[in-house]
């Protein structure tokens, strides 16, 4: 039976986190709310793919829809299913959006990971921003909406808890690297990353994972960097979430992108080195560089790769450095958000019954 719709999309330019995230709480709902799942996409080939994989029904969004047309079209496809919940995981939507959607049979609930405050009209609104601060939405309490905010709600598979509780120990040497620029690399900043370390001789194995939504041209360029590099890369293609986790169980040093990754790491204390894709992720490596828990180095696109060299040869020289980073990054989050997000949604059904 599905009682829970997602709406989410993805594509080259918006990557694959939205997805992800909708794909992370179906299983968890799955468990905690005994909930079936039917997913509203656009038609992106890799987002469809990975819905089917998992084994979830899927319906492609008709393309070219007004947000009022597209809230129709979401309100009748979740009642035909006969939803009781709908969840949404969009950028560019604005409250007329929520409106549509809200009052008419099912919970809504809005996933954001905006920097301001972002009162959604949504019936539970979920930003795991590091950026947030609970006291910008007091004046919001009469709205209806419930608010849950911060990295503590950030949805991530619940085998990442398990991780996030155990010390993690920082070697005084590095063995492993780990190297990530999102699930579609929109910028090709991997290549970048990766030409930045040849002017390194490093004697670590740097994993390199490359997203499902990565282009084949970009693609073939990294394959050519790892066939011609003096460094030993390990190239890890269209990871499933458990692999990446245990991944980064094994890495002592990232370099990252500031999107969902950067909050996974954190669990794991990796310490992080954020190479960032533009400026609304460049406020979140600020914010975690102001926590210590990571080396901000800017936006991607503009910096010189003897900056990225010069910062990773940094850190492996300074177990200490590397030690504080990991300890302040556990800090965080805890990868006990879905189970919050459930938590908050029977509440609400408790509520209205």
């Known amino acids: ?43 992106f080939g890799p987002a469809t793919r990975a819905i089917g994989e998992k084994g979830y029904p899927c319906r492609i969004v008709p393309a070219g829809m007004s947000q009022g047309e597209e809230a129709a079209w979401v309100t009748e496809t979740a009642g035909e299913a006969g939803a009781r919940l709908i969840v949404c995981s969009l950028l560019g939507r604005d409250d007329s959006f929520y409106r549509a959607l809200r009052g008419k049979g099912a919970t809504v609930v809005a996933i954001l990971d905006d920097a301001g405050p972002t009162p959604v009209p949504a019936d539970l ?20 909406t419930r608010f849950l905010l911060g990295p503590r709600f950030m949805p991530m598979g619940e085998e990442f808890h398990g991780y996030w509780s155990r010390r993690r120990p920082v070697p005084e040497v590095a063995g492993t690297i780990f190297v990530n620029q999102g699930g579609s690399d929109p910028f090709g900043l991997t290549a970048k990353i990766l ?39 390990s190239f890890a293609w269209g990871v499933t979430p458990r692999e990446m986790g245990e991944i980064m169980d094994r890495s002592d040093l990232a370099v990252t992108a500031a999107g969902n990754t950067l ?41 010189p790769g003897a900056e990225i060299a ?29 189970q919050r997000i459930a938590e908050a949604v029977k509440s609400l059904w408790q509520g209205s019954s």
């Open 263 to 303: 909050y996974e790491l954190a669990i794991f204390g990796v310490p992080s080195i954020i190479v960032s894709h533009h400026e609304r992720h460049l406020a979140v490596a600020e914010r975690f560089a102001a926590l210590g828990a990571g080396v901000n180095l800017g936006i991607g696109p503009t910096l």
């Open 310 to 338: 010069r910062a990773v040869g940094r850190l492996l020289g300074s177990r200490e450095e590397r030690q504080a980073l990991s300890d302040r990054m556990k800090g965080i989050g805890d990868g006990l958000g879905c």
């Open 1 to 43: 039976m599905i009682t829970t719709c997602f709406r989410a999309d993805a594509s080259v330019g918006v990557g694959t986190g939205h997805l992800m995230e909708c794909l992370t709480l179906a299983e968890s709902f799955g468990r905690t709310l005994s909930s079936g799942s039917l997913f509203l996409v656009n038609g």
């Open 125 to 144: 609104m979920v930003n795991f921003s590091v950026l947030q601060d609970e006291s910008l939405y007091r004046r919001y309490g009469g709205s209806g």
């Open 195 to 233: 030409r930045a370390l040849e002017l390194l001789d490093l004697p670590q194995e740097v994993v390199v994972v490359v997203g499902s939504a990565v282009t084949d041209a970009h693609r073939r360029e990294l394959k050519a960097i790892g066939k011609e590099s003096g460094n030993t890369y």
